[in-house]
């Protein structure tokens, strides 16, 4: 079965910065693309960035461009995002979610989320 | 960046009728279009991907279609677990964009 847990979290400053984990299982890591993807307390969904399975291909979103890093260890089947400048608007529950295929930019399975507080 | 736009925002139905939902794009997205479908409390689920091709263990209810800049989604007869928000989201453009969603409400 295939699983994704966030961790990392939390309530933070603005400005601040804070990096959050995806840990993968139930699937072989290094064949598939990974995803951020946020959803503001009673809003819609945005992607945040994506990299493809071997971390050459990687793209983000206008908002984050510039703030956010994203990265994986296919040893540790492991994805994280560097969020740094943190802003209010940041404020979103993070969905770490694994691509249909190695790099398709479509998703097929997705964590539970890891909530992020971006607040004075 | 893709803009895609759904509607309509909200549809109010009843248990066993017939759902369409709309997408379109702001430019041709080909058939690189998914819907999701998300339950309060919980994350989304892949329902539909390449416009019309159902994801794993998806009811045969549940049906795309659709190409360039004009997709539907069809929920053929609702069931009591359809009632949701349904997503539409694109992946032939960097950034990939999701629709600002469909919420199929019980009438």
């Known amino acids: 079965e295939v699983q994704l847990v966030e961790s990392g979290g939390g309530l933070v400053q603005p400005g601040r910065s804070l990096r959050l984990s995806c840990a993968g299982s139930?699937?072989?890591?290094?064949?598939?693309?990974m995803h951020w993807v946020r959803q503001a307390p009673g809003k819609g969904l945005e992607w945040v960035s994506g990299?493809?399975?071997?971390?050459?291909?990687?793209g983000y979103a206008d908002s984050v461009k510039g703030r956010f890093t994203i990265s994986r260890d296919n040893a540790k089947n492991s994805l994280y995002l560097d969020m740094n400048s943190l802003r209010p608007e940041d404020t979103a529950l993070y969905y770490c979610?694994?691509?249909?295929?190695?790099?398709?930019?479509?998703?097929?399975?997705w964590g539970q989320g890891t909530l992020v507080t971006v607040s004075s | 960046d893709i803009v895609l736009t759904q509607s309509p925002a909200t549809l109010s139905l009843s248990p066993g009728e017939r759902a369409t939902l709309s997408c379109r794009a702001s430019?041709?997205?080909?058939?690189?279009l998914a819907w999701y479908q998300q339950k309060p409390g919980q994350a989304p689920r892949l329902l539909i991907y390449?416009?019309?091709n159902r994801a794993t263990g998806i009811p045969a209810r549940f049906s795309g279609s659709g190409s360039g800049t004009e997709f539907t989604l069809i929920i053929s007869r609702l069931e009591p677990e359809d009632f949701a928000v349904y997503y539409c989201?694109?992946?032939?453009?960097?950034?990939?964009?999701f629709g600002q969603g469909t919420k199929v409400e019980i009438k």
């Open positions: 979610a694994k691509d249909i295929a190695s790099d398709r930019g479509d998703f097929q399975h």
């Open positions: 139930g699937f072989k890591f290094d064949d598939y693309g």
């Open positions: 990299i493809s399975w071997n971390g050459r291909n990687i």
């Open positions: 430019q041709s997205v080909r058939r690189d």
């Open positions: 390449d416009a019309s």
């Open positions: 989201q694109q992946r032939s453009y960097w950034p990939r964009t």
